[in-house]
């Protein structure tokens, strides 16, 4: 591999190694890579109506790459709208309760004044209209149990239709291919028009933000535990000369390989030129200087890099 990396050098040119001060630790030989690269699919079945993206694009996360026909679900989802406001307005219709209530409050009434009739003089009312007075009240309390549980099963449909509108809109957002990342459009798989299934490969996009730098140290001389974390000063030959970047360590192998090195990789931040290109690129040889003599770098600028493509991003800068 290493012999690899040195005949790929002669073909390119002098490697790079890294300005370094006598107590850094130097990788040479160095390839950089990408970090963030997403074959971006379909999640929808359809006919795709728009494709904005195209190669060359530079995207941000969020942006529409790519457009299916939504018109069945948009109106899927307009129908349970319609639903869950029917289920809503007879939810909160209690009309039926406080009619029951009243009545219940009237043949009780009815009924407690048969009884007084024939306390005043036996025999007024017949047990009959007793009974049937008292049934009377028994209806009405059991009108108000049946128009509670009416009430309670239109907040169920409710809830069943709000639900089938959520799923309407799930389906519509899926319909709705967004950039998960931030980076440069490589590819365009698909073309207006086309019928794409769920999986199906639409576009490549490359992150060229923050790149990857990859290289082999010497076990016997060096310690993994001292290397974490702690800042790199990067160097490479660009076609307009020599160029460095900061970044730090964000990887060290647990494991040595049968020549007795192991993988440490750091993470740098590119920038871009004054024509709007970025100045380090997948595939450079670089030389890290890897400064064990300085603190590891905080959390906060860790933090950053995690959240790179996420907006909240904008919040951790700030």
Sequence with gaps: ?????????????????????????????????????????????????????????????????????????????????????????????????????????????????????????????????????????QRAVLQIEQAAMNQKIAGLAASESRAEMEGAQMVMDRCRTESPINGVVVQVYRQEGEWVRPGDPLLRIIGLKWLKVEGTLDADQHDPARLIHRPVTVTVRTPTGMQQFSGWVNFVSPEIDATGAFDISAVVENRQTDKGYWALAPGDIAGIAVHIDRQPVAERELARFRNRNEKSAALIEN
Excluded at 121 to 126: A, E, H, L, V
């Design 1 to 137: 591999m290493t012999l690899a990396i040195l005949l790929l050098a002669a073909a390119v040119g002098q490697v790079p190694g890294p300005t370094a001060s006598p107590s850094d630790v130097e990788v040479d030989h160095c390839l950089v890579s990408l970090i963030d690269q997403v074959n971006v699919p379909a999640q929808e079945t359809g006919m795709l109506v728009t494709i904005p993206a195209y190669r060359g694009r530079i995207v941000a996360d969020g942006d529409l790459l790519a457009q299916i026909d939504d018109r069945t679900a948009a109106k899927q989802a307009e129908i349970a709208k319609f639903r869950h406001d029917k289920a809503t307005t007879e939810a909160a219709n209690d009309i039926d309760v406080r009619y029951a209530t009243k009545a219940a409050e009237v043949a009780l009434k009815e009924h407690e004044v048969f009884e007084q009739s024939n306390k005043e003089s036996r025999g007024t009312i017949s047990k009959i209209q007793l009974d049937k007075a008292w049934l009377a009240y």
